[in-house]
């Protein structure tokens, strides 16, 4: 089945720091999603990209998703101890259906 | 507006019993997606429904069953648990189910543990 392959799995960084992952996949993917999720609670929507090479921003975070549709990134800058938690891609694979493809996740900790 | 709610938080069962969990969407959302997410396996789609219809199903026994009702709430069952059952069960809603222009928000899981 269709795969999202999400990289790194971990990040150990200290506060003020950029951070950048990304996301690939062998298939091509109509829409990508980054979600956060903390411990306790369900993901929570970041970003939403709809086309190919659209390039989105929410505050400190911004994504783009790839010109190919197989692959898309998340920076987030300036790191802060809140932004601690795990960070997932998701993409749809067919229009009109609500399958949600995940990521494998990548946890982000923060030294203050 | 009140965000995607489930009931109950954490449930605890053993091996061959059967569980429900329930799953209320936001106000105005017809569509709901029901997601397991284990450590190893990470999170994988069971199945959505959208008017009280399963419209798309993930690769999952058919001990995983849900149900819609008319005002969109959703439940889901499992029967015959079994240890590997164990995990988080998010459900996610979204207003009409369109993955062009929907997005999915998410509950905080229902976390079971099968004992």
């Known amino acids: 089945g269709q795969q999202l392959n999400q990289s790194p799995q971990s990040m150990f960084i200290q506060e003020g720091e950029d951070v950048s992952m990304n996301c690939t996949s062998s298939s091509i993917f109509n829409t990508w999603l980054w979600y956060k999720q903390e411990p306790g609670e369900g993901p929570v929507l970041l970003i939403a990209l709809y086309k190919a090479g659209e390039l989105t921003s929410n505050g400190r975070l911004t994504a783009q998703f790839g010109i190919t549709r197989k692959d898309s990134f998340l920076n987030i800058s300036a790191s802060i101890p809140s932004d601690v938690g795990i960070y997932f891609c998701?993409?749809?694979?067919?229009?009109?259906?609500?399958?949600?493809?995940f990521g494998q996740g990548t946890r982000l900790t923060i030294n203050p | 507006k009140a965000g995607v709610t489930q009931t109950p938080r954490y449930l605890i069962k053993t091996r061959g019993q059967q569980v429900t969990l329930s799953c209320s969407p936001i106000?105005?959302?017809?569509?709901v997606s029901w997601y397991q997410q284990t450590p190893g396996q990470g999170l994988q789609f069971l199945f959505e429904y959208f008017s009280e219809t399963q419209r798309n199903k993930g690769n999952f026994p058919g001990r995983f069953s849900g149900r819609q009702f008319s005002n969109s709430r959703s439940e889901m069952n499992v029967s015959t648990l079994e240890l590997g059952d164990s995990a988080l069960y998010l459900c996610a809603s979204s207003p009409m189910g369109q993955a062009s222009t929907d997005t999915q928000y998410f509950g905080p899981g229902t976390r079971l543990t099968v004992l």
């Open positions: 106000s105005g959302h017809r569509s």
């Open positions: 998701a993409g749809y694979v067919h229009q009109g259906a609500q399958k949600l493809v």
